[in-house]
Antibody, heavy 123, light 112 residues
Framework: EVQLVESGGGLVKPGGSLRLSCAAS????????TSWVRQAPGKGVEWVGR??????????DYAAPVKGRFTISRDDSQNMVYLQMNSLKTEDTAVYYC??????????????WGQGTLVTVSS | DIVMTQSPDSLAVSLGERATINCKSS????????????LVWYQQRPGQPPKLLVY???TRESGVPDRFSGSGSGTDFTLTISSLQAEDVAVYYC?????????FGQGTKVEI
């Protein structure tokens, strides 16, 4: 069974940092691209950024609101992906989801999602 | 950035009736290299993460009921629920994966 389990959320003050983790199981993690998607309370979903598999260069892309503040990394040996969030702002308050994308010519899209972890940025 | 605009923002449909959701992108999502539209649809039920319904604009994800269908090409796309069921009450999102940032539409809330 495919599972994605996020952890690391919590309450942090503006300007602070937080590191989210996502543990993957039930599939070959190194074969997929991974994205983080967030959802502010009562709002729509927003893509945060992604990291491609190593065979595609392991490159990262980010949304403009988080570029330069957030960093995505992966450890294929541990089936983990991370979201390092620095210089946090109140507008970063959201549930953060880890998702996977096959990233192939046969199929694209976020086919598996975790249950999310809540990040609250408040003084 | 590619802007995704959905319409309507919400709609109420009777059980068994058809629901139609539109999605328009600010630039074409059709790749000339493989003739595929880089557009997906998700369903998000209350308290749940989104669920992939359709990719390549019209390919249904495994396990998704055939009452869900996607259509369109270029900049205009549609998700149709042919016969609305109670479990289809949700917010539906389109998303482009043609180029980063991978933008979502604002969502369409479907109610009974």
């Amino acid at each position: 069974e495919v599972q994605l389990v996020e952890s690391g959320g919590g309450l942090v003050k503006p300007g602070g940092s937080l590191r989210l983790s996502c543990a993957a199981s039930g599939f070959t993690f190194s074969d997929v691209w991974t994205s983080w998607v967030r959802q502010a309370p009562g709002k729509g979903v927003e893509w945060v950024g992604r990291i491609k598999r190593k065979t595609d260069g392991g490159t990262t892309d980010y949304a403009a609101p988080v570029k330069g503040r957030f960093t995505i990394s992966r450890d294929d040996s541990q089936n983990m992906v991370y979201l390092q969030m620095n210089s946090l702002k109140t507008e970063d308050t959201a549930v953060y989801y880890c998702t996977t994308d096959p990233g192939t010519s046969v199929k694209r899209g976020f086919d598996y999602w975790g249950q999310g972890t809540l990040v609250t940025v408040s003084s | 950035d590619i802007v995704m605009t959905q319409s309507p923002d919400s709609l109420a449909v009777s059980l068994g009736e058809r629901a139609t959701i539109n999605c328009k992108s600010s630039q074409s999502l059709l790749s000339t290299s493989n003739n595929k539209n880089y557009l997906v649809w998700y369903q998000q039920r209350p308290g749940q993460p989104p669920k992939l319904l359709v990719y390549w604009a019209s390919t249904r994800e495994s396990g998704v009921p055939d009452r869900f269908s996607g259509s369109g090409s270029g900049t205009d796309f549609t998700l149709t629920i042919s016969s609305l069921q109670a479990e289809d009450v949700a917010v539906y999102y389109c998303q482009q994966y043609y180029s980063p940032p991978l933008t979502f539409g604002q969502g369409t809330k479907v109610e009974i």
